[in-house]
């Protein structure tokens, strides 16, 4: 093997040298689409795709499989710079050693001494020559690679935990989730592999229940490094495919990489241009050519026996629900009426005025403008701008056919509940949608939402799920497709959002009603609206995030003396709320942490009696007294709920 750096006392990192070489790692579970994403992010300029890098010393230099370019590894001109650069050429590593090393050390159960190796030194030892392989292996591929970020989907979290041991190293994490039941599916299948000409060979199959083992575990255990401070992002398979463009330049930019339209012309809505790569493993899809379509993989729900669900829908449920996916099963004759595409006949598609209330935000409106404009919806829209306690004026965006813009003022109660209904009376559309200037909508939202309004008549409302961001998204998806009076009750369920509310127009002026106007400071508004609006009729959901709502710019961020009021008019005017103890007592929590948060102790322990003494489960209330008594800092509380998509 070649000399390996110098190291340093202790032996558990290797130094730094020159500038950092950056990192974009795909991290999750195989065959979630980490391969298609590493070739569309490939096919940007300053990326550079290196495949599964973890398996280099196996397939790629012993076994001398193809690279992406269709090239034998040992080969390949782009992998033989890598190893000149790296070792003075692949023959002077000793491969039995590095793949001992890689086998003794790389493993999932030892990421506990990986964070402290100085608890086991024999451990410490290993890990340090192994880094001393991989710290100049990366740098040669970002050399080779003109310097450009390296796209690794390895996926293993543990291979992130030991690049994070590299200091000249800048790692940054892409945790891409599928869902558990698709992923256990797909390892099921019969797969040849094409990088092996002249043999037969077969990618590796496991049981469903192993899989969704390895899928609950590895899922949060690659979660741990946003909280080891390394940049990391979330991206959901299903919406991967379905809105590809919006993703991959949202992960370019975390990569600090411009993904400007003209730099992903290889990406369409439907279909991706695949070219030449120097993937070193993967899917068999690095070693195709041309155009190939872009569709979600649900054959689970059809083809996976029931039995085989039930069981990766248990093992898996909680992390499932903590990613937004609905635990209901598939059946051989389910049809899957949650895709866009291809849309049921009709004789003509609703118009829809899609309202925006505004308020001094001319840097994020725009973006929540062209959501609405760029929507993959049949009929026709008018984008409505009500501009509240400001001069009407529009933004500079783009007009296409059947799109409509216009600008009002707010001549109603100041506030979101008189903007919204200001727009709601003045909108032209026989259906009526609502989106906050910090928010934007997917492409597909109204299309799907229209859609399901036609499949269930007797509802005059649409929901969906959302993405709650707040540096990252987190999936909020409803558990039904039919939401009732109960389901609204049950708890505050944040999907059930104005921003990704769709309604008939003549039951919002009409038998619902309009937005109350007399609530303080229109706080909690829509879940009074909700409830007026799910007791005449059972609310339809689009069991799929529809919405990017942004709490970072919220109206009501922190402002806590203003919501008490408003949750006390909710106790004093829905007798509903009384119907569920859950829900009375996540109420009073609230009221009672936001007289925590506001300083206000003897107020804060007198509602945390109350709500413990009508669900003791209900956390609002230990968290108000542990503030109250200065044992915890409100704002610890409040960013550990919103990184897991949650509300206080």
């Not at 290889?266 to 695949?274: F, P, R, Y």
């Amino acid at each position: 093997m070649a000399s390996p750096p110098a190291q340093p006392s202790g032996g558990s990192t290797v130094p730094a040298s020159r500038g950092q070489v950056r990192v974009l790692y795909i991290g999750g579970l195989g065959r979630s689409g980490s391969t298609l994403l590493d070739c569309m992010l490939g096919g940007i300029s300053g990326f550079v795709s290196a495949g599964e890098v973890r398996y280099l010393w196996q397939w790629g230099i012993r076994e001398n499989r193809l690279c992406g370019c269709g090239t034998p590894f040992l080969e390949c001109p782009f992998w033989s710079s890598v190893g000149s650069l790296a070792f003075g050429g692949w023959h002077q590593v000793d491969i039995d050693e590095a793949i001992a090393l890689g086998d003794a050390v790389d493993r999932h159960a030892l990421v506990p001494f990986m964070l402290a190796p100085q608890v086991w030194p024999a451990f410490e030892r290993r890990m340090s020559r192994y880094l001393a392989l991989l710290a100049p292996l990366y740098r040669a591929i970002w050399e080779v690679g003109e310097q450009r970020v390296i796209v690794d989907s390895s996926k293993a979290p543990s291979t992130a935990f030991l690049l994070r041991r590299i200091p000249d190293l800048d790692l940054r994490i892409v945790h891409l989730v599928r869902d558990s039941r698709g992923v256990a599916h797909s390892w099921t299948k019969k797969v040849k592999r094409p990088d092996t000409p002249g043999r037969t060979i077969f990618m590796h199959r496991y049981s469903p229940h192993r899989i969704a083992i390895r899928w609950a575990v590895r899922n949060p255990l690659l979660e741990t490094m946003g909280l080891l401070g390394v940049p990391q992002t979330h991206v959901l398979y299903e919406r991967l495919v379905a809105d590809p463009r919006s993703e991959v330049a949202r992960i370019a930019r975390m990569a600090g990489q411009e993904a400007d339209p003209e730099n992903m012309t290889h990406i369409a809505d439907d279909e991706i241009e695949l070219g030449a790569n120097h993937t070193v493993m993967g899917n068999p899809l690095r070693m195709r050519r041309g155009r190939t379509p872009l569709r979600v993989d649900e054959e689970w729900r059809t083809a996976m026996p029931l039995s085989w669900q039930r069981t990766v829908t248990a093992i898996t449920l909680p992390v499932l629900l903590r990613y937004g996916y609905s635990p209901a099963l598939g059946t051989r004759s389910q049809h899957k009426d949650d895709q866009a595409a291809p849309t049921p006949p009709r004789l003509g598609w609703p118009a829809v005025t899609a309202i925006i209330p505004t308020h001094h935000r001319p840097d994020l409106l725009p973006r929540a403008v062209r959501s609405v404009l760029e929507q993959r919806y049949s009929g026709p829209i008018e984008c409505l701008l009500v501009f509240d306690g400001e001069e009407p004026r529009l933004p500079d965006v783009q007009l296409t056919d059947g799109r409509t813009l216009r600008a009002i003022y707010n001549d109603r109660t100041p506030g979101p509940a008189g903007a919204r209904n200001t727009g709601a009376m003045s909108a032209t559309g026989e259906l009526v949608a609502f989106l906050d200037d910090d928010d934007e909508w997917l492409p597909d939202k109204l299309q799907l939402q229209v859609q399901a309004l036609d499949r269930h008549p007797g509802s005059a409302v649409a929901t969906s799920g959302v993405y709650m961001s707040n540096g990252r998204d987190v999936a909020r998806v409803p558990r039904q497709e039919i939401l009732t009076l109960d389901y609204v009750l049950r708890g505050r369920n944040v999907e059930l959002h104005m921003s990704n509310l769709l309604v008939r127009r003549d039951s919002y002026l009409g038998e619902i009603g309009m937005l109350d106007e007399s609530i303080p400071a229109s706080y909690g508004e829509d879940y009074d609206w909700y409830i007026r609006a799910a007791r005449r009729a059972p609310i339809v959901a689009v069991l799929r995030p529809l919405a990017r709502v942004g709490w970072q710019h919220s109206y009501f961020k922190n402002q806590w003396e203003m919501m008490i009021p408003a949750i006390e008019h909710q106790l004093r005017n829905r007798p509903e709320v009384y119907r569920s103890r859950a829900n009375l007592a996540r109420l009073y929590g609230r009221v009672a942490f936001a007289h925590a948060a506001t300083g206000h102790g003897t107020e804060a322990r007198r509602w945390a009696r109350r709500t413990l003494a009508v669900d003791w489960r209900q956390a609002r209330g230990y968290l108000a007294l542990l503030i109250s008594f200065g044992l915890l800092k409100p704002e610890t509380a409040i960013r550990i709920a919103r990184a897991a998509g949650r509300g206080l």
